[in-house]
């Protein structure tokens, strides 16, 4: 009995040592549909990586770089360099939203959805104009992948929607993102 009573007395004066603080106790956790975005950050986090280190490869590529953009080669199109360097450009852009959107929704911070909201559509129009000069490239317009990635702008399109009037009007993320 001495020693429950010894670990009952440890352990709550462990957790009465740190006292709350006034944002513990008016934040909300995160939770609901919060929750998803947090999943989502990180599957993008992920994808945008992977984009990001597959447009800096024909970059680092000397071989790749000169058979696609050196005229008279059998892969040369002069748009070639313009797309390849945009998709560098954007890519690292967008690897960089993502990472900064990841620190200011988990520290809950007030700045996480104007930055959503400010970023998801120039996200948005980057990859539009992406698509618009690769889609200047025959071997790219002619591609299943290019018909696809025309599709899945439809989709970011509606999405972008439903996600900047949610980071807007949400009684949940005006809660939650307080500091």
């Given at each position: ?7 009952l ?12 603080t ?10 609901g549909?919060?929750?998803l ?19 800096i ?5 000397r071989?790749?770089w000169?058979?696609?953009t050196?005229?008279?080669?059998p892969?040369?199109h ?16 967008i ?9 200011l ?8 959805p ?19 000069i ?10 299943e ?8 702008l ?7 929607h439903v ?6 009007l ?5 809660k939650t993102?307080?500091?």
């Amino acid at each position: 009995m001495q020693r429950e009573s010894s670990r009952l007395v440890s352990s709550n004066d462990a957790i009465s040592s740190a006292p709350p603080t006034l944002s513990d106790s008016l934040t909300p956790r995160i939770g609901g549909i919060l929750i998803l975005i947090a999943i989502g950050l990180f599957l993008s986090l992920i994808q945008n990586l992977g984009h990001f280190t597959g447009s800096i490869a024909p970059l680092l590529r000397r071989a790749v770089w000169r058979r696609l953009t050196t005229p008279g080669s059998p892969a040369y199109h002069p748009y070639w360099k313009s797309v390849l360097l945009f998709e560098a450009v954007t890519s690292a852009v967008i690897l960089l939203a993502n990472a900064i959107a990841i620190v200011l929704f988990f520290r809950k911070e007030r700045a996480f959805p104007k930055l959503i909201v400010i970023a998801i559509p120039i996200i948005f129009i980057l990859i539009v104009i992406g698509h618009y000069i690769s889609g200047l490239i025959p071997v790219i317009s002619e591609s299943e992948a290019y018909a696809r990635e025309g599709r899945l702008l439809i989709l970011r399109f509606v999405a972008l929607h439903v996600w900047i009037p949610y980071f807007l009007l949400s009684k949940r993320v005006k809660k939650t993102f307080v500091r």
